[in-house]
């Protein structure tokens, strides 16, 4: 297998899933493939980063460039050290660094997986055509990841109301400290509030890796149906292509 590199620890509960979930993809992987003796795991460098500093350097507007250079300097960085150290594949473990992905990948030499890219497959794979994104202020305020997905002929949208959107960046900040009050209820209470039921299932991506934590049952799972609802589980998804790069041109 590949080595791969991590950009982790905004936030560190989400980093930990990914380390798990690509893991128990190896193990499962491996599992009928040996005799005996442990299951090869990819070796991995995790660059754990500081929450509260890269929230300090975020700018204003996505737009304005120049008030995202520090921001973007502190994940390439991260991103250079991760190279320096021999991996041969990249990712990084949040959603919102990747509205300046273009930016902060600039210069490395490795590939980067973008989350982005990697759930929009996923989504028009099942047949997604249409979704609610719930996320982090910059996601849910900007245009990067909806124009992935338009891309792949989904048509996204995050809550039209602000009060909506406050919700679920609030709903995030407890998920980072391990707090999850009747979270699934809340995410919920803003789905529909946000995306009026049709009368088929409606799609919902969990665009922010903390937002899975909130439903225990999906956190193997790339996507799950509740109800009339099928939530993406954009940190496996991550997590699976990732997984599957690292198997790439590899005989293990």
């Known amino acids: 297998m590949k080595k791969l590199g991590m950009v982790g620890g905004v936030a560190w509960p989400s980093t930990i899933d990914y380390y798990k979930a690509i893991c128990r993809l190896s193990l499962a992987h491996h599992q009928a493939r040996l005799a005996d003796g442990p ?44 190279e320096a150290s021999g991996a041969d594949v990249a990712l990084i473990a949040s959603n919102t660094p990747h509205n300046r992905y273009a930016s902060i990948i600039q210069g490395i030499r490795i590939p980067v997986l973008s989350i ?7 989504c028009a794979t099942i047949g997604i055509t249409e979704m609610l994104i719930l996320a982090t202020a910059p996601t849910m305020d900007a245009s990067a990841f909806t ?34 009050d009747d ?46 609802i099928r939530y993406i589980n954009t940190t496996m998804v991550h997590a699976k292509a990732a997984f599957a790069a690292l198997l790439e041109r590899s005989d293990a």
């Open 116 to 122: 982005f890219e990697a759930v929009a497959r996923h």
């Open 183 to 228: 979270a699934a209820r809340r995410i919920r209470d803003v789905v529909d509030a946000s995306f009026p039921q049709t009368g088929t299932v409606r799609a919902v991506c969990l665009a922010c890796t903390e937002l899975p934590l909130a439903l225990p049952s999906i956190e193997r799972e790339t996507d799950i149906v509740v109800g009339d």
């Open 39 to 82: 299951a090869p795991m990819p070796e991995m460098t995790i660059e754990s980063l500081n929450l509260n500093k890269s929230y300090g350097l975020r700018g204003g507007s996505l737009a304005d460039d120049a008030s995202w250079m520090r921001y973007d300097q502190y994940f390439r960085e991260a991103l250079q050290r991760i």
């Open 147 to 180: 124009d992935v997905l338009a891309r792949f002929g989904i048509k996204a949208h995050a809550p039209a109301s602000p009060g909506e959107r406050a919700k679920i960046v609030a709903l995030i900040a407890e998920l980072q400290t391990e707090r999850d």
